[in-house]
């Protein structure tokens, strides 16, 4: 799944609930941007461990 925003074709791995509109699945550059607005909630997608970089989930 791509992310929903225009001009971007990052895989998406963030679930944006927005009050005033549907449910939006973004990259994880855009959730971070797009949730500093009032009442957005970024939730991150199971998936999105994939794309962290090496010890960003740490392993041990
Ligand atoms: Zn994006």
Redesign the pocket.
């Known amino acids: 799944m791509e992310?929903a925003?225009a001009d971007?074709d990052?895989e998406a791995t963030v679930e944006l609930h927005i009050p005033w509109d549907e449910n939006r699945y973004?990259?994880m550059?855009?959730a971070r941007v797009q949730s500093r607005k009032d009442g957005i909630v970024a939730d991150p997608l199971e998936t999105a461990d994939d794309d962290l970089p090496d010890g960003a989930s740490n392993h041990g």
Request: charged share 10%; hydrophobic share 10%.
């Open positions: 992310c925003t971007c990052r973004v990259c550059g855009h």
